[in-house]
């Protein structure tokens, strides 16, 4: 006879002395053929789920009861598939997102740190109730409304057109003075007297409280664990240390609601768009133009056939310049950029300028990185076409007074081009407010896929330009005398576009509304300050940029040091930063370096992170200065 009592205990001491450091094995890929359980009345699952151990926290918030001694004998795939805590279908107590893809269900294994051994001999139970926050049921995935994409957003999906209202975010900030102990090198940690095992599988075990504070008592609070627990990269290791990533302003990392929307698509939508009669052609269709509407709504633009779908903000500016700039720009005429741009909102202009035989000026900045609005003031004539400026930084931070630029353009007679692709996540854009022309984004700068950008334009321009491709989805007629082209937004969307990423980006706008771009922005801001104040008192570090108005980006260099040897120091200790010219040269040139230094923030990123990156750049300063 089994004794249940005994068995229970072996475990407990088993696991009590494994050496994991509360880090939990990653699961193995599934073999080819495997068929997962699965609960009756769930879902069908995508072809290829994603790795279970993506989705686990720290430690798993849900114990094991003892089982039955009847049961204790059943096979391995008469486990009851347990819900992970990131599948629930809701906003959590703090409105937070937690609505991801239909829950994968799996029965023990590596993926949950149990032997398998173990694992196959625990026998069926019922699922253990998660904490409140966690526990919400997925809801049925009900069939589209309709099989005519015309006729709204249906889509398998679940929606979130509409997500329901945020409860108000704490106030948050982060120290008022400098913590000067941070930039001390921790101490080795007394020893301690060993504590009662917290494994899920043993009864003792609790689940750590939602919401446990990130920052050290005296800090107001921004639930940044609770985000954190959405992105499943943040639990890699890096060199043996946990990944820091500080390169948000070369690309954001992806919560699992994204990563599963995209595996959703493929596995239940995946067809070419518009011209088909078929099922999935008409979910495909559905879940694309679903993401454009939502692209409008996030920018505030007056229609979703304002919004066109490109590869990014690159090939935005350049669809741009080739349609309306070459329609539009004449020999003499004057085009109009700023010190801070990007190469992709100088290159193409450049260009355009080239081939037309005009003019390209630039707005200086101050010596804190700011535009002068008096110098571009003077730029401003007859002659300017177009005026093409960063909304924020990429290699500064700087936030650029946009309202203004735009405004003074229009006096002037100029069409305005605003590159927002290191605005979107940090920043509330409204196109209505704002009266810019044009406004680029990247999907990848924003917490989604790569390979998917937007161009924002007025309607009455888009109607009025040229396509700059040709090709298949584009036109309405063609023979071999004549083409006629479809309007706006489809005749700048030549051939098979990337549909998935689009589908993607809207699931990635989603999950940021649900958010609130405001509490992420005060949030951010009081870490970008916090991070200040810690880097400006490091000898031998000079900071980059110091306007009054910035946002995420702390550019320096350090007194003995070339930039990508900081940048490899701190990859030794897990930490992901940029080092180089960033695609800025003209900007770092103007102050007198041609690198630098460049961690960059986001919303997930935590007090201890930038901490961690101020203790690494102090000990590199003292072994040199």
Not at 241 to 256: C, F, G, M, S
Not at 328 to 343: C, K
Not at 365 to 379: A, F
């Amino acid at each position: 006879m089994l004794d249940i009592g005994a068995l229970t205990q072996i475990a407990n001491d088993l696991f009590r002395e494994l050496p994991t450091g509360g880090q939990w094995p990653t699961a193995p890929s599934r073999p080819a053929g495997l068929t997962l359980p699965q609960p009756a009345g769930a879902p069908p699952l995508p072809a290829n789920p994603l790795p279970l151990a993506t989705s686990l926290p720290a430690t798993p918030p849900f114990v094991v009861s003892q089982p039955a001694a009847a049961a204790a004998a059943a096979p391995p795939s008469a486990i009851t598939p347990r819900v992970l805590p990131t599948q629930s279908q809701s906003l959590d107590q703090h409105g937070f997102n937690t609505t991801v893809a239909p829950a994968l269900p799996h029965g023990g294994g590596v993926s949950q740190g149990v032997p398998e051994a173990y694992a196959a001999g625990l026998p069926a139970a019922a699922p253990v109730p998660l904490p409140t926050d966690s526990a919400l049921p997925a809801p049925p995935l009900s069939p589209p409304s309709t099989p005519y994409y015309f006729l709204g957003e249906a889509s398998g999906w679940p929606s979130s057109a509409a997500p329901a209202p945020l409860p108000t975010v704490p106030d948050f900030a982060v120290p008022a003075g400098l913590d000067t102990h941070v930039l001390r090198e921790p101490a080795a940690p007394a020893p301690a007297a060993p504590a009662a095992p917290q494994y899920y599988f043993t009864e003792s075990a609790t689940p750590p409280a939602r919401g446990t504070p990130a920052v050290p008592e005296g800090r107001r609070h921004f639930d940044v664990q609770a985000v954190r627990r959405d992105f499943p990269i943040l639990q890699e290791r890096v060199n043996g240390r946990p990944l820091v990533w500080l390169d948000n302003a070369a690309t954001t990392q992806k919560p699992q609601a994204v990563i599963d929307r995209l595996a959703y698509f493929y596995a239940h939508e995946n067809s070419n768009i518009h011209r088909a009669a078929h099922e999935l052609a008409a979910r495909a269709t559905d879940a694309y133009e679903g993401a454009r509407n939502k692209v409008a709504r996030f920018l505030g633009a007056s229609s979703a056939e304002e919004i066109i779908f490109v590869r990014g903000a690159t090939e935005a500016i350049n669809l741009v310049a080739q349609s309306w700039g070459r329609q539009n720009v004449r020999e003499g005429d004057e085009i109009i950029v700023s010190q801070l741009e990007h190469h992709a909102n100088i290159v193409p202009w450049q260009m355009l300028a080239a081939e037309k035989g005009a003019k390209l000026r630039v707005i200086p900045v101050d010596d804190s990185g700011q535009v002068r609005l008096d110098e571009y003031q003077k730029l401003l004539n007859d002659r300017t076409r177009i005026v093409a400026v960063t909304q924020v930084s990429n290699a500064l931070g700087t936030i650029v007074p946009v309202l203004q630029i735009v405004e003074m353009g229009h006096r002037a007679g100029a069409k305005v081009l605003i590159d927002g692709a290191q605005a979107v996540s940090h920043l509330r854009v409204n196109m209505r407010a704002l009266d810019a022309d044009f406004y680029v984004f990247s999907g990848h700068k924003i917490f989604g896929p790569t390979g998917i950008g937007v161009v924002y334009g007025k309607r009455e321009l888009l109607e009025q330009m040229q396509p700059w491709q040709g090709g298949g989805n584009m036109i309405q007629d063609v023979t071999f005398e004549k083409t006629v082209y479809h309007g706006a937004p489809a005749r700048f969307e030549a051939g098979t576009g990337n549909i998935a990423d689009a589908v993607g980006l809207g699931a990635a706008l989603d999950y940021l509304e649900r958010l609130g771009l405001e509490n992420v922005a005060a949030y951010e801001h009081d870490l970008l300050e916090y991070a200040t104040q810690l880097l400006r008192g490091i000898p031998g570090l000079r900071l980059i940029g110091t306007a009054k108005e910035k946002t995420s980006v702390l550019s320096f260099v350090l007194q003995g040091y070339q930039t990508e040897e900081v940048g490899k120091a701190l990859n030794q200790e897990g930490i992901a930063v940029r080092s180089g010219h960033h695609c800025a040269q003209p900007i770092l040139r103007r102050f007198g370096v041609e690198a630098t230094v460049r961690p960059s923030l986001a919303f997930y990123n935590t007090c201890e992170e930038v901490e961690l990156l101020a203790r690494v750049v102090q000990r590199l300063a003292r072994a040199r200065n």
